[in-house]
């Protein structure tokens, strides 16, 4: 079964508003990543919190982590048309060498 | 560095062809996996790789096999294809030590 469950399934905004993609996820973990698909492509990471931080950030990237709600946060400021893609959340489940992937947040930034 | 290959890009199977998809890696990372991409359900771990000569199942395993003889490949089998297994299908490598994972470009197959 998926560890991680991103909300919502589909986005669509105007460019330069803010996108909030939220990530939930059921067993302990060391760490959880946000990766990025573009149509047809392969993923590419873009940011990793571990268990142990509560907030992180990468360019216009803002990523926050609660343990306590087991859910996660990737925040996509002053977006841009390039910006359109799917994004994933991944945890290595209970710690595990194993990463698994949640199904995805399709991302729709309108010019 | 070239990153992670993966060939071929697309394949066309009959339901009972068997086929190996390649995956290669020229990073030297230890960790290795496969997974399957369909419509609606993300990525399914296959099968996964933490070095040369070990491996062990993921979430659906059944109808693929996996073999790691070199650090650099790692090629998942489909023993008989069936429709079912039509996916897009990506490889992906890990350095022990590090939890970013980089992945292949895919490869898309149908099984008709």
């Known amino acids: 079964s998926q560890q991680g469950e991103e909300d919502p399934q589909a986005l669509s905004i105007q460019e330069g508003e803010n996108a909030t993609m939220n990530c939930s996820y059921k067993t302990s973990i060391n760490n959880l990543q946000w990766y990025r698909q573009n149509s047809g492509r392969g993923l590419v990471h873009l940011i990793l919190i571990r268990s142990n931080e509560r907030e992180k950030h990468s360019g216009r990237l803002r990523v926050t982590l609660d343990t306590s709600k087991k859910s996660s946060s990737l925040l996509i400021t002053a977006s841009r048309a390039a910006d359109t893609a799917s994004y994933f959340c991944?945890?290595?489940?209970?710690?595990?060498?194993?990463?698994?992937f949640g199904k995805g947040t399709k991302l729709t930034v309108n010019p | 560095n070239a990153g992670v290959t993966q060939t071929p890009k697309f394949q066309v199977l009959k339901t009972g062809q068997s086929m190996t998809l390649q995956c290669a890696q020229d990073?030297?990372?230890?960790?290795m996996s496969w997974y399957r991409q369909d419509p609606g359900m993300g990525l399914r771990l296959i099968h996964y790789s933490v070095g040369a000569g070990i491996t062990d199942q993921g979430e659906v395993p059944n109808g693929y096999n996996v073999s790691r003889s070199t650090t650099e490949d790692f090629p998942l089998r489909l023993l008989s294809a069936a429709p079912s297994q039509t996916s897009v299908y990506f490889c992906a490598s890990r350095n022990r030590d590090h939890d970013t994972q980089y992945f292949g470009p895919g490869t898309r197959l149908t099984v008709l």
């Open positions: 991944a945890t290595d489940a209970d710690g595990s060498e194993k990463l698994v």
């Open positions: 990073m030297n990372h230890e960790y």
